[in-house]
């Protein structure tokens, strides 16, 4: 239903514009075609810059993730530097110390950036993941299994966290009040 009414929006959007594709055949015949092929529309589309930019605010309400808080335990203790907003949806942390798991999870991915900084990636239950970044080290492999609050890396100034559910980012609340 969710991508027959994204598909919906993106048709209404593009015929809306101006008029003028309604008027040309062949470009009608061309979305047509999309369309009625077994093309769906996923929530990865939102997602991707150029499309937030050429679709309308009106059609990215179908592309959004929930508004709904997320209850999960702190990655590390330190005062946020950058809180988690709309438009820049992570949380950044300017500390040296442990990072730990938000919740119970699988490692998904270990990714090592050119300056040597880690990226973890951690799957959870009810198409939760969370993401970790700005470790100098970190000690799991990939299909690792963790409980909340067991240590993902260390970090050396600097941390990232974001948490995603069904792809798209949503705002943690801290259960342990940090």
Do not use: K
């Not at 907003?85 to 490692?107: F, L, M, R």
């Amino acid at each position: 239903m969710r991508n027959a009414s994204i598909s919906a929006a993106v048709l209404l959007c593009l015929f809306a514009v101006g008029g003028t594709l309604a008027g040309n055949n062949r470009i009608s015949q061309a979305v047509m075609s999309h369309v009625t092929t077994d093309f769906e529309v996923d929530d990865s589309l939102g997602r991707l810059q150029f499309v937030s930019n050429i679709l309308p605010e009106s059609a990215m309400v179908f592309l959004q993730g929930t508004d709904a808080d997320v209850e999960v335990s702190a990655p590390v203790r330190a005062q946020e530097s950058h809180a988690w907003s709309q438009e820049e949806p992570w949380i950044e942390y300017v500390c040296t110390g442990v990072v730990t798991a938000c919740d119970d999870g699988d490692v998904m991915t270990i990714v090592e950036n050119r300056e040597g900084e880690y990226t973890v990636r951690l799957r959870h239950e009810n198409g939760f993941e969370s993401i970790y970044s700005g470790m100098s080290e970190v000690n799991l492999r990939e299909g690792d299994h963790v409980l909340c609050s067991d240590q993902v890396g260390w970090t050396d100034g600097f941390s990232a966290f974001e948490l995603r559910q069904d792809g798209l980012s949503v705002q943690p609340v801290f259960s342990d009040g940090r």
